[in-house]
T-cell receptor
Framework: NAGVTQTPKFRVLKTGQSMTLLCAQD?????MYWYRQDPGMGLRLIHY???????AKGEVPDGYNVSRLKKQNFLLGLESAAPSQTSVYFC?????????????FGPGTRLTVT | RKEVEQDPGPFNVPEGATVAFNCTYS??????FFWYRQDCRKEPKLLMS???SGNEDGRFTAQLNRASQYISLLIRDSKLSDSATYLC?????????????FGRGTSLIVHP
């Protein structure tokens, strides 16, 4: 099991460029999440999905779009990158049921927008 | 006011010390509570869930106080390898599912 993987690991964009971050999980999890982490800010939820074909906004959704066309993949898109989107992006997934609600995180994508 | 608050620290303690962190949350309808550990430039990993009755895992003890709306983490006999950032996570029902909210984290540095 690879767990949760993220592509790419690093990226540098110029202001106004677009890109898509890919998150993939092989644990058959229903729930998937995209977070951003900035120094001193902790993790903030951008968007999440409770199942294939469904997405919802989190705490900081502006400037991002997401899609969950397949259960194992959750894509995060930046249509027109801004320097304020420089951050570390983490994807996470978890199973639907159970008592734990444990989230499994990918290794992160470090994005710099110049 | 942020929904989940933690003292960012850093807490600087010698090996063998006992250290405790608190985390307060504002939403009384919060459902589930967790402590995650995050090493520098790495992804967060679950340390332990927090139950109303309190729970212990080796040197780590977590407690929940619903009346005062805080959770705590106690680390006994600190090791150098305990140096990390400890994230408090609270889930709240929103939009039909439980949404996790992270605190900003508390930094722990254990020195020889």
């Amino acid at each position: 099991n690879a767990g949760v993987t993220q592509t790419p690991k690093f990226r540098v964009l110029k202001t106004g460029q677009s890109m898509t971050l890919l998150c993939a999980q092989d644990m058959n999890h229903e729930y998937m999440y995209w977070y951003r982490q900035d120094p001193g800010m902790g993790l903030r939820l951008i968007h999440y999905s409770v199942g294939e074909g469904t997405t919802a906004k989190g705490e900081v959704p502006d400037g991002y779009n997401v899609s969950r066309l397949k259960k194992q993949n959750f894509l995060l898109g930046l249509e027109s990158a801004a320097p304020s989107q420089t951050s570390v992006y983490f994807c996470a997934s978890r199973t639907q049921g159970g008592d734990s609600y444990e989230q499994y995180f990918g290794p992160g994508t470090r994005l710099t927008v110049t | 006011r942020k929904e989940v608050e933690q003292d960012p620290g850093p807490f600087n303690v010698p090996e063998g010390a006992t250290v405790a962190f608190n985390c307060t949350y504002s939403n009384s309808a919060s459902q589930s509570f967790f402590w995650y550990r995050q090493d520098c430039r790495k992804e967060p990993k679950l340390l332990m869930s927090v139950y109303s009755s309190g729970n212990e895992d080796g040197r780590f003890t977590a407690q929940l106080n619903r009346a005062s709306q805080y959770i705590s983490l106690l680390i006994r006999d600190s090791k150098l390898s305990d140096s990390a950032t400890y994230l408090c996570v609270v889930t709240v029902l929103g939009g039909g599912s439980y949404i996790p909210t992270f605190g900003r984290g508390t930094s722990l540095i254990v020195h020889p």
